[in-house]
C-alpha cells in the first residue's frame, strides 16, 4: 500500500515529526510513504498530480487551501485526508480581543468540504471538524523511544529544569519569569533553554543550549524536570499537542505543566507529573520536584510507560496504518 503526502521538509518540527519520521514505523505495516513538497505554481502541480495516480491514500499535512489550490486539490482521485497538530482556524495571538480569524476559518472550512477524512492532533482539534462529518482518527503527534534517559546517569548536584521549543515560543517561558525567581530565592537550579534562540531571565540563571535534531534528547537527558507552560485562556492552547510533555517523558523526566488542553490529558496529575494553573503553583511544584528526588524519578518512571504505551512511533503509526487501510478500502 502506498500513502503519498504531501508536506513541508525537515526544517519543519510539525512535518517532521507527523511525516517525515513516520516512514520506517508505517513500513513495518506494509505502507510505503512517499513525501512530497505542497505544489506552489501551476507546473509544480500539474506534475505532482500525475505522480498521486497510483498512491492508494493522499494525506496533506497543515496546508489549508486557497480558492485556486482547491480547484486542483478536487482533481486527486485518491482518498485525501487532513492531518494536522495546531489550531490551524485560530490566530495565535489575541487581536482586538479575539483569537478568531474569519480567513483562516473560511479556508479551514474551504478544506473539510474537499478532503475525505481528516487526522486531528488532539480530541480539540478533532472536535472543530466533527460537523464535517468526515472520518476522524486522532492520534497524538509521536516521540522514539530509543532516546537516552535521566535515569541512565548520576544526579546532578544542582539540578536543571529543561525547556525545549522554538525561539518564537519563549513568551510562555518568559511569563514565567516571577515563579522562576522565588524558585531562585529557595533553591539553587538551573533553568535550560533547548532552543533556536537564547533567553535571559534577571535573577535566575539560564543555561542556552542550541537546537539540534542529534542532540536534543541527549541534551534533554541531562536535565532533571521538563516543563510546558502555555496561557490558561488561550484557545490556541486548546489546540497545542503537547508535544514538549512527549518529549520530556520519552527521556524519563517529571513533569509540570500548565493544566489546558492536551497537557491535562497526557499528564496524570500525582502520578507522572504536575498539573498548575497559578504562579504560586508554579514555584510550589517546582521546588517540590527538585527537592524530592524520589518522588521525580518515580514520576519519570511512570511517564517513559505511558509514553511506550500511547505516545510512541510504533503505537501511533499502527493507527495511521488502521485508518489508510480502511480508507483505502473504501475507493
Known amino acids: 500500500m502506498k500513502l503519498h503526502a504531501i508536506a513541508k521538509g525537515l526544517d519543519v518540527p510539525s512535518s517532521r515529526i507527523r511525516v517525515h519520521q513516520m516512514a520506517p514505523y508505517l513500513a513495518k505495516h506494509g505502507i510505503e510513504l512517499v513525501v512530497s513538497p505542497f505544489p506552489k505554481s501551476f507546473t509544480e502541480r500539474r506534475r505532482l498530480l500525475a505522480r498521486l495516480g497510483d498512491a492508494d491514500v493522499v494525506m496533506v499535512h497543515k496546508e489549508l487551501p486557497t480558492l485556486l489550490e482547491s480547484l486542483w486539490l478536487r482533481r486527486i482521485k485518491p482518498p485525501l485526508v487532513f492531518d494536522f497538530d495546531d489550531a490551524v482556524f485560530l490566530r495565535k495571538r489575541l487581536r482586538k480581543g479575539t483569537y478568531f480569524s474569519h480567513h483562516r476559518m473560511r479556508r479551514f472550512r474551504r478544506m473539510l468540504a474537499i478532503y475525505d477524512a481528516v487526522i486531528a492532533g488532539n480530541d480539540y482539534l478533532a472536535d472543530a471538524c466533527r ?72 535573577g535566575v540563571h539560564v543555561e542556552n543550549i542550541a537546537w539540534s535534531l542529534e542532540g536534543q534528547e541527549r541534551e534533554l537527558a541531562r536535565c532533571d524536570v521538563g516543563i510546558m507552560p502555555l496561557e490558561i485562556d488561550s484557545p490556541w492552547s486548546q489546540g497545542k499537542c503537547a508535544y514538549k510533555l512527549l518529549q520530556y517523558m520519552a527521556s524519563g523526566l517529571p513533569v509540570v505543566a500548565t493544566k489546558v488542553g492536551m497537557n491535562a490529558q497526557v499528564v496524570e496529575h500525582e502520578t507522572n507529573g504536575l498539573l498548575v494553573s497559578t504562579d504560586a503553583e508554579w514555584t510550589v511544584a517546582l521546588e517540590r520536584l527538585l527537592r524530592d528526588r524520589t518522588l521525580a524519578a518515580h514520576f519519570g518512571t511512570t511517564g517513559r510507560v505511558r509514553i511506550e504505551r500511547r505516545f510512541s512511533y510504533d503505537v501511533v503509526a499502527a493507527q495511521w496504518a488502521t485508518f489508510s487501510r480502511l480508507l483505502s478500502s473504501q475507493r
Not at 535521566?150 to 511569563?175: D, F, M, Q
Open 131 to 202: 460537523k464535517s462529518k468526515l472520518p476522524i482518527l486522532v492520534a497524538p503527534s509521536p516521540v522514539p523511544t530509543d532516546v537516552p534517559r535521566a535515569s541512565e546517569r548520576k544526579p546532578n548536584a544542582i539540578p536543571r529544569i529543561a525547556w525545549i521549543g522554538l525561539g518564537t515560543n519563549l513568551l510562555y517561558v518568559r511569563a514565567l519569569a516571577a515563579p522562576l525567581r522565588e524558585l531562585a530565592k529557595r533553591i539553587d537550579y538551573r533553568l535550560v533553554v533547548i532552543s533556536n534562540a537564547e533567553l535571559a531571565i534577571e
